[in-house]
């Protein structure tokens, strides 16, 4: 029996050739497949690597001679991103351009975790998680449509829990970004400042999905 294992990796335009060369190097000769997804290589000991576009084309190809100089010559574009990250323990709103933040708004607000209690103590305390959800969602749109109003927003991008984000993003207070393409949505952990500034990296980045080489499982 054998086993895989798959990871994802995020790399700026800038480094992507490095990263595809030494892949090569640890995996041996590639073989290049566009698809619909992404352009993917597979390697001569079976590792495989999914290289997906951080944004569409969007009449504005990367320039290149070969599939990966124009995905990293597409990548190192200056676009503008409206991010929304947002989890029960707090929120993060930001434009990003050239994986920096240009703008955000950072803060907290607690909404409870759920609990296993019955009767009318469970109703109180779902009510109070739902208008606690509900605040959270209203004051995040809010800020979200403050910082995205000064600055010409290409795509939005979700991020962190994936209802709240699009709650958030069918607030009414940011109905004129409601026509903008969405951005693969991001996996964070409660956004802080920290938090923020790798996903505005990792948002204008290649996003590989690398499977290791099958590996027998001798369990």
Not at 153 to 179: C, H, M, N, S, W
């Amino acid at each position: 029996m054998t086993t895989t294992e798959t990871r994802v990796a995020f790399v700026s335009g800038a480094r992507l050739q490095g990263w595809v060369e030494r892949f090569a190097a640890s995996h041996g000769e590639l073989v290049e497949e566009e698809l619909d997804g992404g352009l993917q290589l597979r390697a001569a000991d079976g590792a495989a690597a999914l290289l997906q576009a951080p944004w569409p084309v969007d009449g504005r190809p990367g320039r290149g001679s070969g599939a990966v100089s124009r995905l990293a010559s597409l990548a190192s574009q200056p676009r503008r991103i409206g991010a929304v990250l947002v989890r029960r323990g707090g929120y993060s709103v930001a434009v990003v351009s050239g994986g920096a933040v240009l703008a955000s708004k950072t803060g907290t607000r607690h909404v409870q975790s759920r609990t296993a209690a019955g009767g009318w103590s469970q109703q109180r305390f779902a009510r109070r998680r739902a208008n606690q959800a509900d605040a959270l969602v209203e004051a995040v749109a809010d800020h979200a449509a403050r910082i995205f109003a000064d600055h010409r927003i290409e795509y939005l991008a979700p991020g962190g829990d994936r209802t709240l984000a699009e709650q958030v993003l069918a607030e009414p207070a940011l109905k004129q970004f409601a026509a903008r393409p969405r951005l693969a949505f991001l996996d964070v952990p409660d956004p802080r400042a920290a938090v923020l500034k790798k996903a505005a990296a990792d948002l204008c980045a290649v996003r590989i999905l690398v499977t290791d080489p099958p590996a027998n499982d001798r369990s």
